[in-house]
């Protein structure tokens, strides 16, 4: 086997990207997000044994070169991520913002990888914030 090609369990299989328009469509109409300064994370359930990634990138990212760059990048954090496995069996939508076109391969690397942690960290109940602590809301007054 060549050292240069990935090994089997790294490989990112046709399989587990999301491909169809509905697909992308159902994730952000039905699932949740997490937001980060570079790019937004969809994601919801699916029926599949595994979890499946999908990444979009609007022209105000850039030129065509410059978003598949980004869509390249992407796919590589997420392939060669160790934690990949311990996913849930979710579709992962990630939607690149433009302040990732000018951001350096650490930094999207490091944002990435915090958003699919919080996914996985949601899966198991741990959540996102401290216990025992609530969102604090503006209530309207009956004035």
């Not at 499946?52 to 070169?65: D, N, P, W």
């Amino acid at each position: 086997m060549d050292s240069a090609s990935p090994l089997p369990d790294e490989r990112l299989r046709r399989e587990h990207k999301v491909r169809r328009r509905p697909d992308y469509q159902r994730c952000y109409r039905q699932g949740r997000r997490r937001h980060g300064p570079l790019a937004t994370l969809h994601y919801v359930p699916n029926s599949l044994s595994h979890p499946r990634l999908g990444i979009t990138a609007s022209r105000k990212v850039g030129k065509a070169v410059v978003r598949q760059l980004l869509k390249r990048r992407v796919r590589e954090i997420y392939r060669r991520w160790p934690g990949r496995s311990e996913l849930p069996n979710a579709d992962l939508v990630v939607h690149l913002k433009p302040a990732a076109a000018g951001a350096e391969f650490s930094t999207l690397r490091g944002e990435l990888l915090r958003l699919f942690s919080e996914v996985d960290r949601r899966r198991r109940g741990e959540g996102s914030r401290p216990a025992g602590r609530t969102r604090n809301r503006r209530r309207r007054s009956a004035e």
